[in-house]
């Protein structure tokens, strides 16, 4: 890590010059034939892999129209070409959207269209060789899905999908990213990301009962796999033991503590994160959620609320009910579905945002803050992607970026946005989003944290900002990381409901 340094500042944020090759051999480590094979891939690069490659790609431009339509529809106006953080932080021209994108697209012109057959090269297509499969591996790794370009899009090309379309094309054939495969197994085997067993969970919630009962006097439970409750709490399980993020499982303990609300945690289902919405693997992404179905069935629960996590909480809004019959949706013919449709509260949104929880408990007067207790503190908010791109919250439109904003005002006195275009719909992603929050790409990760690190240094310069909120747990984690190497304090950055913990008013419930 000595080695990574931060870019510079820009002194005005436009296209920066071009390095070509910048990034290139700069990918992820390459999963194991162990990690591989455990999540049901091949374990290393099969023999036939073109032939395979370009089946699967075959497949997806079958399965989902929306692939095919962003192959063709693009005519590249470059409207997308400076929205992309890692492309600003790293300078390399195959990180611009349009040119990442391409690498795709050229091959899906060569074997999918007439022209790209009979005049491959008056078309831009190419053949799928060796260097082109590994040039795939190195960048569509270098892209956090956040799909800030696709806002700019004039055509609306989601370049996420594209990402996801070609990580699962490598992972088809054997040539799957080692993080992000190594974390899917976890979740399999034991429930959560980190791999943190039942007992260890048990252990940790029994800590964390009795750190804030010697903070505030007040038996405040952290509970697990108690049958009957009203809410199952799904959280990132980085909430468990990581700072900051472990505050915002106390405050939101105490959010349900204050409301008399009963509530649980699942040890069987202790993640709320799906990393397989980012190797664009639909089996993946419906067996991890399928273990919250069960847990919520099991437990006899009313109600799911999901803690603070980005892209947690787009897969939970907008795949759930289709994956696993939470919220609107559910199949008629699942009796699993079915069943839990039945048995969930449908007076209450299915499921719910743990802001969403906090803010209607806050408009009902069921919650109480000492706003001073946070007065040490000139607050920014950094708008998540996935929250921000890729869900809503409450009642309208826009509520994603108002309902977190609203809590803040609520238990804080000083509250200062950035700059307009960096925030709301426009957002920067951290730079460690996507299945890239791994150490092997440390200098990608700290190049793509630019756009928001220049931002940030303008809104502590101009307002004294000492604390960046933010809810979600790869957010929090990246820029802890990041930070310190900006020149920041890493206790900068902390959860909305680290900022409620700090002020909310506990009783007797």
């Not at 195959?94 to 005049?119: C, E, H, I, W």
């Not at 629960?301 to 009910?321: D, L």
């Not at 299915?350 to 408009?363: G, L, N, V």
């Amino acid at each position: 890590m000595s080695d990574i340094t931060a870019p510079a500042y820009r002194t005005i944020p436009i296209i920066p010059a071009l390095k070509p090759g910048a990034m290139e051999g700069k990918g992820p480590f390459v999963a194991s034939d162990k990690l591989n094979e455990a999540i049901g891939f091949p374990g290393q690069l099969v023999e036939d892999w073109h032939d395979r490659a370009i089946a699967r790609m075959g497949e997806l431009l079958t399965k989902y129209r929306s692939l095919k339509v962003f192959m063709d529809a693009c005519v590249h106006c470059g409207a997308c070409s400076d929205k992309c953080h890692y492309f600003i932080g790293t300078q390399d021209p195959k990180n611009m959207p349009v040119a990442r994108q391409d690498l795709l697209r050229s091959v899906y012109r060569r074997y999918f269209t007439l022209p790209g057959k009979l005049f491959p090269k008056l078309v831009g297509a190419r053949d799928l060789t060796r260097e082109v499969l590994d040039e795939w591996y190195n960048y569509f790794n270098q892209c956090s899905e956040c799909r800030r370009c696709s806002v700019f899009c004039p055509y609306g090309i989601d370049t996420a999908e594209v990402t996801m379309a070609a990580r699962e094309i490598l992972d088809s054939v054997g040539y799957g990213q080692k993080y992000s495969n190594e974390i899917i197994g976890k979740v399999h085997k034991i429930g959560n990301n980190l791999g943190l067993p039942g007992p260890a969970l048990q252990d940790t919630l029994e800590g964390l009962e009795e750190d804030v009962k010697d903070a505030t006097g007040i038996d405040v439970r952290f509970p697990m796999d108690v049958k009957g409750a009203e809410v199952l709490l799904i959280t990132p399980s980085a909430d468990f033991f990581a700072e900051p993020h472990i505050d915002s499982l106390i405050g939101y303990a105490k959010v349900f503590h204050a409301t008399g609300t009963s509530w649980t945690l699942s040890s069987m289902s202790s993640e709320a994160g799906n990393f397989g919405m980012f190797i664009g693997n639909y089996d993946q992404l419906r067996a991890i959620a399928m273990r919250i179905r069960q847990a919520a069935l099991e437990l006899g629960v009313k109600r799911i609320v999901v803690g603070e996590c980005g892209h947690a909480w787009r897969v939970a809004y907008s795949f759930w009910n289709t994956l696993t019959g939470v919220g609107d949706g559910a199949d008629p013919n699942d009796r699993f579905a079915q069943m839990l449709q039945k048995q969930l509260d449908h007076r209450y949104k299915q499921p719910a945002h743990i802001c969403e929880f906090t803010w209607d408990m806050i408009q009902d007067e069921r919650l109480t803050f000492d706003k001073t207790a946070n007065d040490k503190y000139i607050i920014t908010f950094h708008d998540s992607c996935n929250v921000a791109r890729g869900s809503r919250m409450g009642d309208l439109p826009g509520g994603q970026f108002e309902i977190p904003r609203n809590i803040i005002k609520a238990v804080a006195n000083n509250f200062v946005e950035m700059a307009p275009n960096t925030t709301r719909e426009q957002t920067f992603c951290c730079g460690g989003g996507g299945g890239l929050l791994t150490d092997d790409l440390l200098d990608l990760r700290v190049k793509g944290a630019l756009p928001r690190m220049e931002v940030l240094q303008q809104a502590v310069d101009e307002h004294g900002v000492n604390f960046m909120a933010t809810i979600c747990a790869i957010c929090k984690a990246q820029f802890t990381k990041v930070m310190p190497i900006y020149g920041f304090d890493r206790r900068m950055v902390g959860g909305v409901h680290q900022l409620v913990s700090n002020a909310i008013q506990l009783g007797a419930k």
